[in-house]
């Protein structure tokens, strides 16, 4: 890297860091600091986490998101929050992946999926204009994103169906995957490509096998209340109307330790004090996960972390 | 048959994919965020030469291709089969047209070709970048003419035709570049 480049990104950083403050300081969204290193990991199946152990034999887990944490505030009463924080996700290292990232996240009491969408994609649209990138946004459902680049409804599809697709776009040993990650591939492969790269892109309405921790749609119970903001032609954020139902909460974490023994992932104990928070009840609220690092490419204009990153993870 | 996991792809490495060797050009990683992490990668078949794209699921593995590329040195051809040694052990592999392909028209007796030996024989020729070659026809050349940048065609000994300056005769040695099929300047005699 040339020096100047490693100080324009620097200056470029710390324009961005300060944006996003004064954005949330506009609303009165109360900045927050949740502990990196937690006592269990995330569930998720597609996400691992670096395990950290101690001369005691203690073992903590670096978090791959503040989500729980904060979904715990929010339970203790905190009012709107958001937090700017490093999270960690092994063996996610590539031209736009660094295992060691930092994330925006944030939530709104009572706001709708429209509206923390519409939110993240005017803090996305902020953030470049630091950089004199004035895209605008548009709004589409997953169901019409593939429908006009695919010709078809995904949802609507047989497995057998979502298969051949997946195959006829390249994937090896298609017949061996689930929905959920077929759905994946396509849309990354198939539909995300064709979208306009000077957009911002909201897609919302995920199908519900990929509600994650989303509530699932009260007017159609094959959708989940899922957006995603992309932008370029990678992702930038994710976020859900909040799931507040703990009894289905657990049963998701169930299903996830299921799905990682099956696939062979280390195994991993249920955060039993989020669930406690839920049974307490959290309230109505919407949040949003928005990687920073990924921002800053587009407003740099830069192909890959490894341009940007000061200390990337390829040459620590 | 020893095998790969996603996680050793690379550029280079040598796979198996529907009973072709393929050759590793890209690898890319594609992770939602909260979904399926998969390797996206540029293959060359080895046979073909054709690029093609392809998606494995991250964790998958793949056979290994027995594969090597290995310097050898070309011997002679005997109206059948090209025959080279490798420079190490003084093996000699008698390798056919369809892997020699169009690098017949380049093959010098003793110049140092890359041969991809596919279960151990020959599947592809690479000769040198660059090869001196005798004309053994072309039109006369026209005395003093170095500098109005015309062409012509000639023929070398090896049978290929490359298109020269006008000014370059019969008789006479040439480089060439392999990859393009262009005359680079006249060469030494060998």
């Known amino acids: 890297m ?5 100080i324009e990104n620097l200056k470029l950083r710390a324009e961005l860091l300060a944006s996003t403050r004064s954005f949330f300081m506009q609303r009165s969204v109360l900045e927050v600091e949740t502990p990196v290193l937690g006592a269990t990991a995330v569930t998720d199946p597609n996400i691992q986490s670096f395990a950290v152990t101690d001369k005691n034999n ?7 998101s503040p989500e729980f944490f904060m979904k715990r505030l929010l339970v203790a009463g905190a009012p709107d929050i958001y937090q700017i924080t490093k999270a960690f996700r092994e063996s996610e290292a590539g031209q736009r992946h660094n295992p060691e990232f930092t994330l925006i ?10 509206q923390i969408s519409q939110e993240s994609a005017e803090l996305v649209q902020q953030l470049l204009r630091l950089r004199e990138i004035n895209l605008p946004i548009q709004r589409i459902s997953y ?27 390249g994937l090896v040993a298609a017949e061996k995957l689930p929905r959920a990650a077929l759905y994946d591939f396509i849309f990354d492969q198939a539909v995300l490509a064709r979208l306009a790269k000077d957009v911002i892109h909201i897609v919302e309405y995920y199908p519900a096998e990929q509600a994650s921790l989303a509530q699932i749609s009260a007017t159609d119970s094959q959708l989940a209340e899922r957006f995603e903001v992309f932008a370029g032609g990678f992702e930038l954020a994710n976020g859900f109307l909040e799931l507040r139902d703990a009894v289905e909460q657990r049963q998701r974490f169930q299903q996830d330790l299921k799905t990682r023994a099956e696939q062979g992932s280390p195994a991993v104990a249920i955060d039993e004090a989020f669930l406690s928070a839920l049974e307490q009840g959290l309230p109505a609220c919407a949040g949003v996960a928005l990687g920073l690092d990924r921002v800053q490419l587009l407003a740099a204009g830069l192909d890959s972390l490894d341009q940007l990153l000061p200390f990337p993870w390829s040459a620590l | 048959m020893a095998g790969y996991n996603t996680n050793e792809f690379r550029s280079g490495l040598k796979i198996m994919l529907d009973g072709d060797p393929y050759t590793i050009v890209e690898n890319i990683l594609v992770k939602p965020g909260k979904g399926q992490a998969f390797s996206r990668v540029k293959i060359r078949n080895l046979k073909t030469g054709r690029v093609v794209d392809k998606t494995f699921k991250s964790g998958d593995s793949v056979d290994a291709a027995d594969v090597m590329e290995v310097d050898m040195q070309y011997l002679y051809a005997d109206g059948e089969d090209w025959h080279f040694m490798d420079q190490t052990t003084f093996e000699q592999h008698a390798a056919n047209k369809t892997a020699v392909g169009d690098a017949a028209l380049w093959l010098k007796e003793q110049d140092i070709c890359v041969v991809t030996l596919y279960n151990g024989a020959p599947l592809s020729i690479q000769p040198p970048n660059f090869v001196e070659l005798k004309i053994v026809e072309t039109d006369p050349g026209l005395k003093g003419d170095t500098a109005t940048g015309g062409i012509k065609p000639a023929y070398l000994e090896t049978g290929a035709m490359v298109r020269v300056p006008l000014f370059v005769d019969q ?3 040439i480089r060439v570049d392999t990859r393009s099929g ?3 300047s006249r060469a030494k005699e060998s």
Do not use: K, M, P
């Open chain 1, 2 to 6: 040339f020096e100047s480049a490693l």
């Open chain 1, 58 to 64: 203690l073992t903590r887990y670096l978090q791959s």
């Open chain 1, 105 to 114: 996240e944030w939530y709104r009491g009572q706001f709708n999926l429209s």
């Open chain 1, 143 to 169: 169901r019409c994103a593939c429908q006009q680049t695919l010709g078809c409804d995904l949802i609507e599809q047989s497995l057998s169906a979502l298969v051949e697709i997946a195959t006829e776009h």
């Open chain 2, 171 to 173: 008789g006479e040695c």
């Open chain 2, 182 to 184: 262009e005359y680079v």
